[in-house]
C-alpha cells in the first residue's frame, strides 16, 4: 500500500483539497499567506488576530508603513493635540475612568463565574433578610400561641366546667327538696356532694397543676383528660381562693339541707308545718344565694381570660401588619437591586451572546456560514466561547454533513468506504485500513479497502482469525506506537513505522478498528498528530451510532425470522416466504410434503421434570428432525412442541418414509437429565400441496388434522390426511 501518513506524523499540509462532503470547507494557509491576504478574515489561529484588533505588524506591507508613518516609526499612534497642549483636560482618561467605574459596579470585567457568585450572594443576603423576619415573626407567634394553649384555654375550660357543676348541685338541691321519695332524695344528695366535690378538686388543680379528667354524672361519662398549669398570677389566685371557700360553704349547706329533708321525710305521713316548711326555703335561698356568688365570680374570672385571647388576636394581628410591611419594603428593595444589577450585567452578555445565537440558529437551519465570526469583545468566559465556537462551527460543518450522508447509506459496507475515504481526502491519509469484527465468531474481516483480502497487511493473519489478539479490540483503548515502539506484538510493520488504532465503539463492545500507519516515527510532530488523531476520532465517533444502527437492522433482520431456543426458522418466517416457497412448488411442478409433528405428553414433562428439561427436549427434538431431512428441507417451530416439516420437491412415498424416519429416530433419542434420562415420542400428521388442496395455509390445517387423528389413534405413529378426516365444508 501507498504510505500517504507522512503528513499526518509531519504536520505537512495537503494543498488544495477539501472535503467533498463539507461545503464551505476552506483550505489551511501559512500564516504568510494570511498576512499577504488583506480581505482573509479568519485563518484558525492567525498571529494576525488579537482579540478582534489588527496589530500594525500583521498589516500589508503597504499598510502597515503607512500606519508606522502616522505613529512616528515606532507601530504605535501618537496623539499629537494632546501633547501639544497638555493643560487641557484629559477627556479619554475621565471617560475611561467613568467605563472603569461603570465595569466596577457592574462587575463587567470580572470573570462570569464570579459575576453570577457576587449577584447571587446579594440575592441571598436579601432573601435571608426577609426569611428571617419571617421566622422571627413566625417564632414570636408560635411561643405566643403556646403560652395561650397551655396557660388561658385551660384556665377558662376549667372555670366554665365548675359553673356547670354548681349549677347542677343547685339543681340536684331544689330536687331534694320537691322530692319526697327517700331513694330519690339520697341520689339527689349523693350528685350534690360530688358535684361541689369535683368542683372543688378542679380549682384545686387550678392553684397546684395537673391534669383534670371531667365526670359527667349525668351520663357517667368521662371527658378528654387535659393538663392545667398552675395559675402564678396573685389576683387570680385569690379569687380561686374565695370560690373555694364558697364551695365548701355549699358543702356545709347541703349535708344541713340533707338533714332537714330527712326530718321532712320523717314526718311525710303528716302535714308539714309552715315553719318546717319556712326552713326549707330559707336554707334553699341561702344556698342559691352562695351558688350565685360563686358562679358570678367564676363568670367574671372566665371573661378575664377570654379578655386575653383578644388581646392576643390583636398582637398577632398588629405584628403580622408590621412583619408584612418590612418585607414589602425588603422585596422592593431587592427588586430594585436587582433589575439595576441584571440590566448592566445583562448588556455585557447581550452582544457576544447574540453572536453566538444566530452561529446556533443558522447551523440548526442548515444554513452555515463558515466565513462569518464572531467578535470577542471581551477577554472573559464569554470571549473565550465565542472563539471557541468559531473553531467548533469550522469542525462542525465538516462533520455534520458527512454524518447526514452516512444516515442515507444503504449498508454498513458503504459507510466504511466513505469513512476511509474521508480519511485520504479530508486529512490526507492514504495508508488507511478498516477492521469489521464479528463478535458472535470472535474473528476479523478487511471492510476497507474493499477487496483487500488477499492483500498483505501490517498485522499478522492470525488477528483475523482470533480478533482478541488484537490490542485495540481487546482493551477499546487507542493503540498508538508514538510512545512505544512495541506496543502490539502483532504488528508486523518496520520498525521505523509508525501506527495507531482506533477502536469503532459499537453498543458498548469494540465492533470495529481504524488503523493508521506511516513511516519515519523520528518524523513526529506531536501538535500536528493530537489534532489529525482528534479529528480522526471526531469522524469515527460520528459513525459510531450510524454504523451499530445499520449492523442492528441486519441483525434484527436475521433474528425475527428464527426461534430463539431451537434456531429454527419461526412462524414469521413461514409468512414472510410462503409465497416464494409455492411459486417455486407451481413452476417446477413437484409436490410439497407437509408434516405436521407433536411430542407426544410433553406437558407431563414440563409437569415432571421442569421447563429447563422441558426446553432441552426440545433443542433436541429440533437437532433430531433438522438431522432425518434434507438440507433442501426446510423446519420450523410452529408453536409450543410442533414442528412443521416442508419437504420440497418430495414424492409421495418419500414423504411417508421420512415421516417415519423421524418418528423413529425421536423413539430411539435420549435425553439425559439428572437422575436418568428422559424418552418422547412423537405423532406426525402428513398433508401435500398441491395433491390435497390448491390452498397452503389449507395443506397445513390438513397436517394439524391428521396429526390429532394420529393422537387419538394411540400416538407415536405417522397419519397420512384423506378427505374423510376433514368433515367442515369450509377451509
Not at 202 to 215: A, M, R, S
Amino acid at each position: 500500500m501507498k504510505n500517504g501518513l507522512d503528513s499526518l506524523f509531519t504536520g505537512k499540509k495537503t494543498a488544495g483539497k477539501t472535503s467533498a462532503y463539507s461545503p464551505g470547507a476552506y483550505e489551511e494557509r501559512s500564516t504568510d499567506e494570511v498576512n499577504g491576504d488583506p480581505h482573509h478574515e479568519y485563518a484558525g489561529d492567525s498571529p494576525s488576530m488579537n482579540g478582534g484588533h489588527v496589530e500594525a505588524d500583521a498589516l500589508p506591507t503597504g499598510a502597515s508603513e503607512e500606519m508606522k508613518d502616522k505613529s512616528g516609526g515606532n507601530g504605535r499612534h501618537v496623539n499629537v493635540e494632546s501633547q501639544s497642549n497638555s493643560k487641557m483636560p484629559d477627556k479619554s482618561s475621565i471617560a475611561q475612568k467613568v467605563r472603569r467605574i461603570k465595569n466596577f459596579v457592574t462587575f463587567n470585567d470580572l470573570p462570569v463565574r464570579k459575576k453570577f457568585l457576587l449577584f447571587s450572594a446579594g440575592s441571598v443576603f436579601w432573601v435571608l433578610i426577609i426569611a428571617a423576619i419571617g421566622l422571627m415573626t413566625m417564632f414570636d407567634m408560635s411561643s405566643k400561641s403556646e403560652q395561650m394553649v397551655e396557660n388561658i384555654w385551660p384556665q377558662e375550660k376549667t372555670a366554665n366546667i365548675v359553673i356547670r357543676k354548681l349549677r347542677g348541685a343547685n339543681i340536684s338541691i331544689h330536687n331534694m327538696a320537691i322530692f319526697n321519695d327517700p331513694v330519690s332524695i339520697h341520689s339527689d344528695y349523693r350528685r350534690a356532694r360530688e358535684t361541689l366535690r369535683d368542683s372543688h378538686t378542679y380549682l384545686n388543680t387550678l392553684l397546684q397543676g395537673g391534669q383534670i379528667t371531667d365526670h359527667m354524672l349525668a351520663t357517667e361519662q368521662f371527658s378528654e383528660p387535659y393538663r392545667v398549669l398552675p395559675v402564678k398570677d396573685a389576683e387570680r389566685r385569690e379569687t380561686i381562693e374565695k370560690v373555694r371557700s364558697e364551695i365548701r360553704e355549699l358543702q356545709v349547706l347541703t349535708d344541713e339541707f340533707f338533714t332537714t329533708v330527712s326530718g321532712k321525710e320523717a314526718r311525710s305521713g303528716a302535714a308539714m308545718g309552715s315553719r318546717a316548711r319556712n326552713a326549707i326555703m330559707e336554707e334553699i335561698s341561702r344556698y342559691d344565694n352562695l351558688t350565685r356568688d360563686a358562679v358570678s365570680i367564676l363568670n367574671d374570672y372566665s371573661l378575664s381570660v377570654s379578655r386575653e385571647w383578644g388581646k392576643f388576636t390583636s398582637q398577632v394581628k398588629q405584628r403580622y401588619y408590621y412583619a408584612k410591611l418590612l418585607i414589602i419594603a425588603v422585596l422592593g428593595i431587592t427588586l430594585v437591586l436587582s433589575v439595576f444589577f441584571g440590566v448592566f450585567i445583562a448588556r455585557s452578555f447581550a452582544k457576544p451572546l447574540n453572536g453566538i445565537i444566530m452561529q446556533i440558529r443558522a447551523l440548526s437551519s442548515g444554513e452555515v456560514d463558515l466565513t462569518k465570526k464572531i467578535d470577542q469583545t471581551s477577554q472573559d468566559e464569554l470571549g473565550i466561547l465565542s472563539g471557541e465556537l468559531n473553531r467548533l462551527m469550522d469542525a462542525i460543518g465538516h462533520i455534520s454533513t458527512f454524518k447526514k450522508i452516512i444516515e442515507g447509506d444503504e449498508s454498513s459496507e458503504d459507510i466504511y468506504l466513505r469513512l476511509g475515504n474521508i480519511f485520504r481526502d479530508e486529512l490526507g491519509i492514504d495508508d488507511c485500513i478498516i477492521y469489521e469484527v464479528s463478535n458472535s465468531k470472535n474473528t476479523m474481516d478487511i471492510a476497507y479497502p474493499p477487496g483487500a483480502q488477499g492483500l498483505a497487511m501490517h498485522c499478522r493473519r492470525d488477528v483475523l482469525l482470533d480478533c482478541e489478539l488484537c490490542r485495540a479490540k481487546r482493551t477499546g483503548l487507542l493503540v498508538t506506537s508514538r510512545d512505544f515502539s512495541d506496543v502490539c506484538k502483532y504488528y508486523a510493520g518496520g520498525n521505523g513505522d509508525g501506527h495507531l488504532c482506533l477502536p469503532v465503539i459499537m453498543g458498548g463492545k469494540v465492533g470495529g478498528v481504524v488503523q493508521l500507519v506511516c513511516n519515519g516515527m523520528d518524523q513526529f510532530d506531536k501538535a500536528s498528530l493530537e489534532r489529525k488523531v482528534a479529528k480522526a476520532q471526531q469522524y469515527v465517533r460520528e459513525a459510531q451510532p450510524v454504523l451499530e444502527a445499520k449492523r442492528l437492522m441486519k441483525t434484527l433482520k436475521e433474528s425475527s425470522l428464527r426461534d430463539g431456543l431451537t434456531g429454527l426458522y419461526n412462524r414469521r418466517f413461514l409468512e414472510e416466504c410462503c409465497e416464494k416457497l409455492i411459486a417455486g412448488i407451481q413452476r417446477r411442478n413437484t409436490t410439497l410434503g407437509l408434516l405436521m409433528c407433536d411430542l407426544d405428553f410433553f406437558k407431563e414433562t414440563n409437569d415432571i421434570h421442569g421447563h429447563d428439561v422441558g426446553d432441552m427436549v426440545l433443542k433436541e427434538t429440533s437437532s433430531v428432525i433438522r438431522k432425518s431431512v434434507r438440507e433442501s428441507d426446510v423446519v420450523v417451530r410452529f408453536g409450543g412442541e410442533e414442528f412443521l416439516v416442508l419437504l420440497m420437491d418430495a414424492a409421495p412415498e418419500a414423504i411417508v418414509a421420512s415421516a417415519e424416519k423421524i418418528r423413529a429416530a425421536i423413539e430411539e433419542t435420549q435425553v439425559k437429565v439428572a437422575g436418568g434420562v428422559v424418552k418422547k415420542t412423537i405423532s406426525i400428521g402428513i398433508s401435500e400441496f398441491p395433491g390435497d388442496t390448491q390452498n397452503f395455509w389449507e395443506a397445513i390445517k390438513y397436517a394439524d388434522v391428521a396429526l390429532y387423528k394420529a393422537k387419538d389413534s394411540g400416538r407415536n405413529r405417522v397419519m397420512r390426511f384423506s378427505s374423510e378426516m376433514w368433515t367442515q365444508e369450509r377451509y
